[in-house]
């Protein structure tokens, strides 16, 4: 692809009931983020990560997500997704109905003990005794799975963050993985990324696993303002999904000063001014973004979100 000829279509993943809502510690109504769900999927949203399956001792906020997959069980035309931290988890979500799961590993050390208690290595055997069960329960061609490689550009204690690292951990899950699609985001978890790093790591990473299997996104979030810039960067450099929370919720409790998800409504200003096609209504996006800041707890952080409707078209 010409670096500067934008692809005809990209797919916008909807992280705000799972990055976003978690981000907000007053308890939330189940009947209120079932309420925001339904505005986001009314927009045109077919991809969306409804939550995590993890304990909720460890978040709250995610007790009630058995009810909230119930809810939508029965959506055809939607990709539901969950994030999985552990075997357990990921047998939670399978028991549910879903059949897309989204595994985190950070490429930093520091990082992945940090959030999830365990070294990298210890993360991959997780990975893989997750495919072991997929082979078990014959659904390794029935289940979309996806990596979350967190820290990819930059880590809040070990600093900037090269692609060989990347590449490390890459080649570790791919091999833990084995015969499973899947699909890799680059996570640029403190928001320090810039364009131009983003686009190094994925030219490098994309020439480095060649793989028809393999698919590749980008998870952003705007602490230092990039994040519209670099998903376009990713885009323009292979990347065929790019996650976003509408009204820019989100954050990462280790990673301090790390701001709110690349909001969904500036992204998708961006996309449609360049003519890419997303499937999703800015104006309806703009409706669901309203229900979402006027949550408890919630919050406008996009760009879009203090200009005059009138002036957004």
């Given at each position: ?96 109905g ?46 979309c ?45 403190t ?50 999904a ?38 999703v ?27 005059p ?5």
């Amino acid at each position: 692809m010409n670096a500067l000829t934008p692809p005809s279509r990209v797919d916008i993943v909807e992280v705000a009931p799972r990055d976003g809502f978690q981000s907000i510690r007053e308890p939330l109504p189940t009947a209120d983020k079932i309420r925001c769900i339904e505005a986001l999927i009314e927009a045109g949203i077919t991809r969306l990560e409804i939550g995590s399956f993890v304990s909720p001792k460890a978040i709250p906020q995610m007790a009630d997500i058995g009810e909230i997959v119930a809810a939508f069980n029965r959506r055809p035309a939607m990709r539901f997704s969950a994030l999985v931290p552990n075997l357990k988890g990921a047998e939670r979500a399978l028991d549910s109905g879903l059949r897309e799961l989204v595994y985190v590993v950070s490429v930093s050390e520091s990082h992945n003990r940090g959030n999830v208690r365990q070294s990298v290595d210890e993360s991959l055997v997780g990975l893989a005794a997750i495919v072991e069960r997929l082979h078990e329960r014959d659904l390794q061609d029935a289940v979309c799975l996806r990596l979350d490689l967190g820290t990819s550009f930059d880590c809040p204690y070990e600093g900037t963050i090269g692609w060989p690292q990347v590449d490390a951990v890459l080649d570790k899950a791919r091999h833990a993985v084995r015969d499973v699609s899947l699909e890799v985001a680059l996570c640029d978890t403190t928001g320090r990324a810039s364009p131009y790093q983003v686009a190094d790591h994925f030219t490098r990473l994309r020439e480095r696993h060649a793989d028809e299997r393999l698919k590749w996104a980008f998870h952003g979030h705007d602490t230092y303002g990039m994040g519209v810039a670099n998903a376009l960067f990713a885009i323009h450099h292979g990347a065929t999904a790019l996650d976003a929370a509408t009204a820019g919720l989100g954050g990462c409790p280790f990673a301090p000063g790390a701001t709110g998800n690349t909001a969904t409504e500036d992204l998708l200003y961006a996309l449609h001014g360049g003519q890419v096609h997303t499937g999703v209504s800015l104006p309806r996006l703009l409706e669901a973004a309203d229900l979402i800041a006027a949550l408890p707890g919630g919050q406008t952080a996009s760009h879009l979100g203090n200009v005059p409707r009138e002036r957004v078209g």
